[in-house]
C-alpha cells in the first residue's frame, strides 16, 4: 500500500541559513518558502520541508490550512540517496565549502556512505542505494 516517501521534514530556526545551505551548496531546487516558517525543497522525486519549530509548533489558524501542530528538538537525520560517482563530486563540494564530513566509510555490503551536518547540527548522510539492497 506505501509506495515510498513523498516528504521529509528536518527542522531549523535559522531558515536563511538553511535556504542557503540546502539550495546553495547542495544544489536543491527551492519549491516554496513561506516566510520565517518553512521552506521546502525538491529531493529527486521526494520533497525535503525544512520548518522552523518556533513557527510550526503554533496551531493552524481558523482560515489556515488543516495541518496539525508539530516541531522536534534537537537535531534530525535524513540521508539523500546517490551513486558512488555523485558522493565523491559531493565530498569534493562540501569541502570546497568547509563543511566537515564526520564519517566516509564503506558499510559491509560494500556502500558508501557520508555523514556531515547542516547548519542547524541535523546530521545528514549521502548513501548508495545498495545500502538498503535497493537499485
Known amino acids: ?3 515510498g516517501i513523498l516528504e521529509t521534514a528536518l527542522y531549523a530556526a535559522d531558515l ?3 535556504e542557503a545551505f540546502y539550495g546553495g551548496i547542495l544544489g536543491l531546487e527551492k519549491v516554496l518558502r513561506a516566510g520565517e516558517r518553512h ?11 525544512i520548518f522552523n519549530p518556533a513557527e510550526t509548533i503554533k ?7 488543516p495541518v496539525p501542530a508539530h516541531g522536534a528538538t534537537g537535531p534530525g537525520h535524513a540521508c539523500f540517496r546517490m551513486s558512488g560517482e555523485a558522493i565523491d563530486r559531493m565530498v569534493e563540494k562540501l ?9 566516509d566509510f564503506r ?4 556502500a558508501h556512505s557520508i555523514y556531515f551536518r ?3 547540527g541535523n546530521s545528514l548522510e549521502c548513501a548508495e542505494p545498495k545500502l538498503w539492497n535497493l537499485e
Do not use: H, Q, Y
Open 39 to 49: 521552506v521546502f525543497f525538491r529531493c529527486g522525486n521526494s520533497i525535503l520541508l
Open 107 to 110: 558499510w559491509s555490503n560494500g
Open 16 to 18: 536563511d541559513a538553511a
Open 118 to 120: 547542516d547548519p542547524a
Open 59 to 65: 496551531p493552524s489558524p481558523v482560515d489556515g490550512l
Open 95 to 103: 569541502n570546497k565549502a568547509g563543511i566537515a564530513i564526520e564519517s
Open 1 to 3: 500500500m506505501i509506495d
